[in-house]
């Protein structure tokens, strides 16, 4: 039991991010997505289907440092 604790307690909150999965055909949305200042970087799966990486905007510090 003592491991699992540990890494939880250990685990770094502001390095999590936000995927967001949006096709192409919506250039609005990825537009909207890549003006934001919470973006990252982007990676293209497929000719249709483009993965977005966003940082978190609000982040819950409930763990120690």
Same mark, same amino acid.
């Given at each position: ?8 307690? /250990? ?9 967001? $999965? ?9 537009? %909207? ?7 990252? /970087? ?9 993965? $977005?990486?966003m940082r ?6 409930? %763990?120690?440092?």
């Amino acid at each position: 039991m003592n491991n699992p604790v540990f890494g939880k307690t /250990m685990e770094n909150l502001r390095k999590r991010i936000d995927i967001k $999965i949006v096709s192409s055909d919506e250039t609005n949305e990825i537009r %909207k997505l890549v003006a934001s200042p919470l973006y990252s /970087m982007h990676v293209f799966f497929f000719n249709d289907l483009v993965g $977005i990486n966003m940082r978190k905007g609000n982040l819950l510090l409930n %763990k120690p440092v």
